[in-house]
């Protein structure tokens, strides 16, 4: 099964207050590799949008205003996420606006089978600290300067690296000695990124051993 991380910005803190969905993105992984497949989505909320919520991530109403509303955008949503676990940081925000958005234009709610809550594996791994996404990346030495501002398809990239490092995920060695092309390598507890070539029975390797680390993990 692929996985979807995935966040949106809002217009505040609560559906049942008024206020709609104005980003959506969503990165998809196999084994926590990106397939390089995506999905952003800018959404016009039909209301106003308050100082404290523009602060937060900078969409203005004339920003928005020309920006598809939710309705128009809500199959191919759902088609993009269909039958993926999806991997959100303090869950429980993101699904109630998500399934308000979607029963309000008759459309079946998300499966919380299928969620798993970034947030939640961090409580348990560290209790008693901050375990904000950006609290998670400097503890994890993940580069934070651009996030200037709330960006939801940045956070869901910052969010894949996060969760990669909260499952402690440690690959065998691999002869990294040859040509060069990209991969994503994992070491120890810092996600980085390095030009290497690795053969296909090395990557195979990476392959199983990622499957067998999330099996135990959280699948």
Known sequence: MNEIFLDTETTGLSFKEGHK????????????????KVFHKLINPKRSIPKEAFEVHGFSEEFLSDKDTFDKIADEFLDFIKGKKLIIHNADFDVRFLNGELSAIN????????????????????????????????????????????????????????????????????????NKSKIDLIKGNNYNKEIVKISETEMEMHKQFIKKELKKNYY
């Not at 969905?21 to 390089?36: F, S």
């Not at 990669?164 to 990294?176: A, S, T, Y």
């Open 107 to 178: 459309k079946n709610k998300l499966d919380k089978k299928l969620v798993v809550d970034s947030l939640e594996v961090a409580r348990n791994k560290f209790p008693g600290t901050s375990n904000s996404l950006d609290a998670l990346c400097k503890k994890f030495n993940i580069d934070l300067s651009k996030r200037t501002k709330h960006n939801a398809l940045l956070d869901c990239e910052l969010l894949r690296e996060v969760y990669i490092n909260l499952l402690d995920v440690k690959e065998p060695k691999f002869n990294l000695s040859s």
């Open 21 to 36: 969905i104005v980003e959506i993105a969503c990165i998809e992984t196999k084994d926590l590799i990106a397939t390089g």
